[in-house]
């Protein structure tokens, strides 16, 4: 029986890059994970071992580095459409590329005056940027996203009128904690073909509007909730075709504090990590093909 080679890539994992600019004395820092992977002609080195069109991914990690040092990182963004285009463009045998990129956030050290040093961070809390480009030589295609931001509504949640079974326990909730950690992934209308989107502005008025969404929404699911997050994002950012959130359920319940001879008035709490409801889902513009794949 004959065998035949399926779809295939290779890459370079998680390179790890600090870019630090020093024209001011008033620092900038990007801190960047990215990951390469490539694919195209690349049967012979599968079916004879044949490395002729093989660009190592030693290389590929190399001019992660290179291209830190002569483009500079404006944004997660911009940085992997640079480096999307030099592997498939300059690399006959290279077909397609995907680049992979998590951003860390560097706050600065508030100093009382603020005019000390310029040079002094602090790592932000757990939030994680995220960004992947794929190129196939004519157009690109671009996903922003964020992961491990946690956010809570101490009130306007409630959860009732479900389904019931011989199995449920759940109380009915009329005013209960919502808490959530979001993964969020949204593409971008932006191919290649004009001038590209403001990355840093528009991931932050994104992320605003995810924000603002979750604390504005009076919820009855964290369904609803998430779909008032996409729509938020799609009725203000026009750059922005599709939105993908994947939302524990980061469930708070109630102390019985009975035993104590004392009263649980929607104070007390534990917060149970597992396990918990995962909610997920896509909210896209009308027309448009969903293309972000379940993580």
Not at 17 to 34: C, F, S
Not at 166 to 176: G, H, V
Not at 217 to 239: F, K
Request: glycine content about 6%; aromatic content about 10%.
């Amino acid at each position: 029986m004959a065998h035949v080679l399926g779809q295939n890539q290779y890459g370079k994992a998680e390179t790890r890059v600090v870019r630090v600019r020093r024209d001011t004395a008033r620092h900038e820092i990007k801190d960047l994970n990215v990951s390469v992977a490539l694919s195209g002609d690349l049967d012979d080195v599968h079916l004879t071992g044949s490395n002729a069109n093989c660009l190592p991914t030693d290389t590929t990690k190399n001019t992660v580095y290179a291209f830190a040092k002569e483009h500079g990182i404006e944004s997660a963004e911009a940085f992997g459409i640079h480096l999307a285009r030099h592997f498939v463009d300059d690399n006959e045998p290279i077909r397609r590329a995907r680049i992979r990129i998590e951003e860390y956030a560097w706050d600065r050290i508030p100093t009382q005056d603020d005019a000390g040093p310029g040079h002094s961070f602090v790592r932000s809390g757990g939030e994680v940027r995220t960004a992947e480009i794929g190129y196939d030589g004519s157009s690109f295609q671009v996903i922003t996203g964020l992961s491990e931001l946690t956010v809570l509504n101490s009130t306007d949640s409630e959860f009732w009128g479900y389904i019931k079974d011989k199995y449920t326990t759940l109380k009915e909730a009329y005013d209960r904690i919502l808490a959530t950690q979001v993964t969020a992934r949204w593409k971008h209308s932006w191919s290649g073909a004009e001038t590209q989107p403001p990355w840093e502005q528009s991931y932050a008025e994104v992320r605003r509007h995810l924000l603002e969404a979750f604390a504005q929404t009076y919820s009855y699911s964290l369904q609803q909730t998430l779909y008032a997050m996409g729509t938020r994002v799609l009725n203000n950012r026009a750059e922005v075709d599709e939105v993908r959130l994947e939302l524990p359920n980061k469930h708070h319940f109630l102390v019985d504090l009975e035993p104590f001879g004392l009263k649980n008035e929607n104070e007390v709490y534990y917060a149970a990590d597992r396990p918990y409801g995962l909610i997920e889902g896509t909210v896209h513009r009308e027309g448009v093909t969903p293309v972000i794949p379940v993580a």
